[in-house]
């Protein structure tokens, strides 16, 4: 095979250029795979149709173009992965990028976009036309950089404040950075704003497409737990379930879990307790939360709680699933566009907090991973905490977890459902009703 240049040619002065063949590298681009088999089967087996992930793409780079211009802002300068993937769907060893920066990503409002990334990996980007030029990274976090990390953050500040220039102004938002890297920015008289916000809201509204994605992302989550419950029996570990959640994720497409979420019995209140060595037993309650993150990126992250090894739950049991149930049902249906966050706190079913352990939140956003916001119970309130209110569009998870403060078990179940024009849809399919294992 003749060797080519990959598409991303330095079009901005880049220290590197991309060599590895094209029609070789976008053959075997994870990202142009895609989730593969068993995940396509089950989905046309469904009826649902596939994202078009090039859509996808651009509407995601205009959104945060969009925003940049809004704030006057000439680009903004992503570490966190997340956004990374937002802006570009370019991913790279993206849990080890979450605590190691060691790739970064540069977008203009009227410019260009610079992939930053690790030594040797300019090929995984080459999916994505929307992408001017990918650059070797400077890492200069202390892992890689040791004594030397002021030093190599001034090279890096040096290289940014140049495409600042180059771009036509001097004020760049940043997702996050440590204060080396602030303090050099700001010496070559770059103004930082937060960034942060400027990508929470710009992931906050979803397009038609990203939609499609997340009910193919709740389908294989589906078919995840159905594996998953297959193996409920008195007597299997709390870790063991878990795994099989996770090896079905990851066969059709998925990426990895946030949390390990999932307890059985006396585990269960007050909650948050990870999966632990513990056996399950008969008669218990055994909860879990999802938190995955599953094909093309999309966070799925619902909940539900089932009764292992008996015929019917017991009174305490029954009641405390009852309410949960209640409570997340009644909060979906105050859900429409233009009501604000406060009228929802205010108007939402909540029990009483001397009585029962609740959760952290009442609901919050989800697109690739637990995003803005996140809407807290009424005691906990701040007036200048959330702007807005709810708008079409938007994809929100509704959370219950209820166990009393006395004792016995906890129940913990979540909904994730798209805001439409006139209310609600549901996005999370998985049986509501008390399952028996």
């Known amino acids: 095979?003749?060797?080519?240049?990959?598409?991303?040619?330095?079009?901005?002065?880049?220290?590197?250029?991309?060599?590895?063949?094209?029609?070789?590298?976008?053959?075997?681009?994870?990202?142009?795979?895609?989730?593969?088999?068993?995940?396509?089967?089950?989905?046309?087996?469904?009826?649902?149709?596939?994202?078009?992930?090039?859509?996808?793409?651009?509407?995601?780079?205009?959104?945060?173009?969009?925003?940049?211009?809004?704030?006057?802002?000439?680009?903004?300068?992503?570490?966190?992965?997340?956004?990374?993937?937002?802006?570009?769907?370019?991913?790279?060893?993206?849990?080890?990028?979450?605590?190691?920066?060691?790739?970064?990503?540069?977008?203009?409002?009227?410019?260009?976009?610079?992939?930053?990334?690790?030594?040797?990996?300019?090929?995984?980007?080459?999916?994505?036309p929307l992408i001017d030029e990918v650059r070797p990274a400077r890492s200069w976090f202390y892992f890689s950089s040791g004594a030397a990390v002021d030093r190599h953050a001034r090279e890096w500040a040096a290289e940014i404040a140049d495409l600042m220039r180059g771009t036509g102004g001097m004020r760049l938002a940043v997702d996050r950075i440590n204060p080396e890297g602030a303090s050099h920015l700001s010496q070559f008289d770059v103004k930082i704003v937060n960034g942060e916000e400027l990508m929470e809201n710009a992931r906050l509204i979803k397009c038609p497409d990203e939609i499609a994605a997340m009910r193919c992302a709740n389908a294989a989550c589906d078919s995840a737990i159905n594996v998953m419950r297959e193996h409920v029996q008195p007597g299997v570990s709390e870790n063991r379930l878990w795994s099989y959640l996770h090896a079905e994720n990851i066969a059709r497409g998925g990426e990895w879990i946030e949390t390990r979420v999932l307890s059985a019995g006396p585990r269960t209140n007050p909650w948050f307790q990870e999966s632990s060595s513990r056996p399950v037993q008969a008669r218990e309650m055994l909860a879990f939360d999802t938190d995955l993150i599953g094909p093309y990126g999309v966070c799925v992250d619902i909940s539900r709680t089932w009764l292992v090894g008996a015929d019917n739950p017991s009174p305490a049991q029954k009641d405390l699933y009852e309410r949960a149930l209640e409570q997340v049902q009644n909060n979906i249906s105050l859900l429409r566009p233009g009501i604000s966050w406060e009228e929802l706190v205010k108007r939402a079913l909540v029990y009483p907090h001397e009585t029962y352990r609740h959760y952290s939140v009442l609901y919050h956003g989800v697109g690739l991973c637990d995003e803005y916001p996140a809407v807290p119970y009424p005691h906990q309130w701040e007036d200048e905490v959330l702007e807005d209110g709810v708008k079409d569009g938007m994809v929100i998870c509704v959370e219950s977890y209820i166990g009393r403060r006395d004792g016995g078990e906890g129940v913990k179940y979540e909904e994730q459902v798209l805001i439409t024009q006139t209310g609600v849809e549901r996005l999370s399919t998985y049986p509501v009703d008390l399952v028996i294992c």
């Open 1 to 128: 095979m003749t060797e080519i240049t990959a598409r991303h040619q330095a079009k901005i002065g880049a220290r590197q250029k991309p060599t590895i063949p094209y029609d070789y590298d976008s053959a075997l681009n994870m990202h142009l795979l895609g989730p593969g088999e068993p995940a396509l089967s089950e989905w046309q087996a469904l009826g649902l149709p596939l994202p078009n992930m090039d859509t996808v793409r651009a509407y995601r780079l205009q959104r945060v173009q969009q925003m940049l211009r809004e704030r006057n802002l000439t680009a903004i300068l992503l570490f966190d992965p997340l956004n990374i993937r937002y802006a570009t769907d370019s991913t790279n060893m993206q849990l080890w990028t979450m605590h190691d920066a060691a790739r970064y990503c540069f977008v203009a409002a009227e410019g260009p976009v610079i992939v930053f990334d690790y030594h040797e990996c300019e090929h995984l980007s080459t999916h994505n």
